[in-house]
């Protein structure tokens, strides 16, 4: 800082002390880590339990849209081509659907391919028990064929501030067509402390 006048001094001072404080107001510190080791991982299970007319009572998903007749015209599997779900499922920290659930999926999918099975997921897992509190959103497209899929977290808030990373998809447990869990492993890039 050799040359500059003491006025210019200290303005470069608290342009620096301004721009650390910067960093404080939000509440936490920056943490990345490494791309090969997640600063945060957790595994927990979907449950989806399609509404079929009679199930009102423990449903937590129904169709918004019926298949598009194009579905139905070109598709010999039935894919259900252009149905949008919406759903508030529970998700529990192990397989049993009676576990407590530590957060709950809401949000939508939908089935977007003609010749398979695809859905596209956007949802928040919404967190509010003693071990978290906050969102994660999440979304991607689900290769439902594939034996494990990856989505993105694309961001949250409260414990998860703005975090960033994957969720790896793995069909658990199918039963009929009204019925469905998913193992989420939810490995976290970029967290905040």
Not at 9 to 23: E, M
Not at 88 to 99: E, H, S
Not at 105 to 115: E, H, T, V
Request: charge should be neutral; proline fraction near 4%; glycine fraction near 8%.
């Amino acid at each position: 800082m050799q040359g500059l006048t003491p006025s210019s001094k200290l303005s470069v001072i608290l342009v620096i002390l301004l721009l650390g404080l910067a960093g404080v107001a939000h509440g936490g510190r920056r943490l990345i880590s490494s791309h090969d080791a997640p600063c945060k991982r957790m595994v927990v299970y979907y449950h989806d339990i399609l509404y079929d007319g009679s199930n009102n009572a423990n449903a937590t998903s129904a169709k918004a849209t019926q298949p598009t007749p194009l579905s139905r015209s070109v598709s010999i599997n039935d894919t259900y081509f252009g149905e949008l779900i919406v759903f508030d499922d529970p998700v529990t920290p192990d397989q049993a659907l009676t576990t407590k659930p530590v957060a709950r999926a809401q949000g939508f999918y939908f089935y977007d391919r003609k010749d398979t099975f695809n859905a596209w997921f956007a949802f928040s897992l919404v967190f509010n028990s003693t071990a978290y509190k906050g969102t994660l959103q999440l979304m991607g497209a689900d290769l439902m064929p594939e034996k494990t899929r990856d989505i993105s977290v694309v961001g949250g808030t409260g414990d998860f501030f703005m975090a960033r990373g994957v969720c790896t998809l793995t069909t658990d447990s199918v039963e009929g067509s009204y019925y469905f869990r998913l193992k989420m492993d939810i490995k976290l890039y970029e967290c905040y402390a």
